[in-house]
């Protein structure tokens, strides 16, 4: 890409990938010790004067702070720093470093690869810097880091306004946002990080900075894309938009013959779309119900005569369950949060597609995804999700605007594996492997105009998991 080694101005504890200079680290770090049982003390007591809450092995709430959205990325660790402020951010990242301590950013906790947990390290845990600000006047928002969407989307709405979002609105700001962020605002209003305007962060050498367009521009760059790499998130900005309108949204369910008519109309999407409209649909198989669903997820952002016109080709094929309806837009990204739900050993990961999607193919898929339901216990909440957000005002930002490496005419397909019992985790593993490359190799883009410069994985879609075959 030509540009600066990003490790010459910035510390890091790992050689900088984003440049082809093949730099070296400039934090120096041999085997990093865990956080001894003396270090806790002194880290309590350097602590002592603020308002963070530092939780060890032998306090009560310990085990509760560990926990993830997957038990398979959960892990002991040395101490879990509750912070309140950007400045206590500061003083943990200070004390693990000049101590060579494992320090890591827990958000939402919904990383699958564990990459927000550490064993024996330090957690600097965000869930107490959740708070929200909103300006009418220069329609700006400001949010804490871990700060979760639905905070922002609440008090977004109070303004009549709404924030380019996560589509599950448990997820953090900063974890969601540095990776890029799609939301069914994205289609008329671009990536999250397409809405960020200024970000502050703390570096691993504890210096305190912004970065935007005007301030450590490059950094900024980083920031948006490959952002988790470069330090720790405190708070973001973020432009809002008008939404005095409520949305059409929710879900339907069908059988499996319906599956042609709902591919149909997925091929149709990109004709149709003007960029207010979004279309989720995959497979799930409900404790609730028989067998394996085709689930749709529809989204309008308009009038409800309008929304039905233009699902009207789905909405006719007779769903068993209708749950659409007109909704204030914050309620549009409570829909899936079922999806979200802590609990049990999960996997996520992705790949994508383009269309037309050639009918045979997903029935083929469709009848793979049922295998798995059918052979194993308890995997029946694991869901493959085709996710037709609209990609045209994405492409409009230049791949080298920002570190985000997504940006080409094509969709995101999500997957979380779900199961219950460790002896599952390789094969889980590798079955979701298998699915995501054949996705990908038959129906994504490959080399060529609609890859553009994209790699065709969305980097917070690639939670692979350390117990899994990767
Ligand atoms: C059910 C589900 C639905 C999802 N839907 C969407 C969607 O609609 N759109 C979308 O774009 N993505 C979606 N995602 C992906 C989601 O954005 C990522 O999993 C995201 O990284 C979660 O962030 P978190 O803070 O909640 O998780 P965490 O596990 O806490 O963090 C994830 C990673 O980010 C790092 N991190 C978190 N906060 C910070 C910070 N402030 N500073 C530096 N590093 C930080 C952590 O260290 C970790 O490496 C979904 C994920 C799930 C599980």
């Known amino acids: 890409m030509g540009r600066e080694c990003l490790a010459e101005t910035y510390p890091l504890s790992f050689p900088c990938k984003l440049c082809p200079n093949g730099c070296r680290p400039t934090l120096k770090i041999p085997n990093m010790p865990h956080l001894s049982y003396s270090g806790a003390v002194q880290l309590k007591r350097e602590l002592r004067e603020t308002n963070a809450q530092v939780i060890t092995p032998d306090d009560e709430n310990y085990a509760e702070s560990i926990t993830r959205f997957s038990e398979s990325s959960e892990r002991e660790a040395g101490a879990i720093v509750r912070v309140t402020s950007t400045s206590e951010v500061s003083k943990v990242i200070n004390f693990a470093t000049k101590r060579y301590i494992p320090v890591v950013v827990q958000g939402g906790g919904f990383s699958t690869s564990g990459s927000s947990s550490t064993y024996g390290g330090i957690v600097i845990s965000l869930s107490k810097m959740s708070k929200v600000v909103v300006d009418p006047a220069s329609r700006t928002l400001a949010a804490q880091a871990g700060a979760t969407w639905a905070d922002v989307d609440n008090v977004a709405a109070s303004s009549g306004l709404a924030v380019v979002g996560c589509t599950v609105n448990h997820t953090s700001v ?132 309008e929304a039905e016109k233009f699902f009207q080709p789905i909405l006719s094929l007779g769903p068993i369950v209708n749950e659409t309806s007109m909704m204030p837009y914050p309620q549009i990204n409570t829909v899936m949060n079922r999806a979200a739900e802590f609990g049990g050993r999960k996997r996520f990961s992705g790949t994508n597609i383009t269309l037309p999607l050639q009918v045979e193919f997903m029935e083929e898929l469709y009848r793979d995804f049922d295998k798995i339901i059918k052979t194993y216990r308890r995997v029946n909440e694991t869901v493959v999700v085709f996710e037709l957000i609209p990609y045209t005002e994405i492409i409009k930002v230049p791949s080298d605007a920002t570190a985000f490496a997504n940006r080409g005419k094509y969709y995101n397909v999500g997957s979380i594996f779900c199961w219950y019992t460790p002896e599952l985790d390789k094969k889980m593993g590798s079955l979701q492997n298998d699915m995501m490359h054949k996705i990908g190799e038959r129906a994504g883009a490959s080399l060529g105009e609609k890859l553009g410069d994209g790699v065709g994985l969305y980097a917070n879609y690639a939670g692979i998991s350390p117990t899994s075959v990767d």
């Open 174 to 305: 900063g974890g969601t946002a540095l990776g890029g962020g799609y939301g069914w605002l994205t289609g008329r209003h671009g990536l999250i990080i397409d809405n960020l305007l200024s970000i502050k962060m703390v570096l691993a050498d504890g210096r305190i900075v912004n970065a935007s367009t005007t301030e450590n521009t490059d950094l900024f760059w980083a920031a948006r894309g490959a952002g988790q790499s470069f330090g720790a998130a405190t708070e973001l900005v973020f432009k809002a938009h008008r939404q005095p309108n409520l949305v059409f949204g929710g879900y339907l369910y069908y059988t499996t013959d319906k599956l042609p008519k709902i591919v149909e109309f997925a091929n149709r999407f990109e004709q149709l779309s003007t960029g207010n409209e979004g279309l989720f649909f995959g497979f799930n198989a409900p404790i609730n119900m028989e067998a394996t669903m085709i689930f749709v997820r529809p989204f309008y952002n308009g009038p409800r005569l």
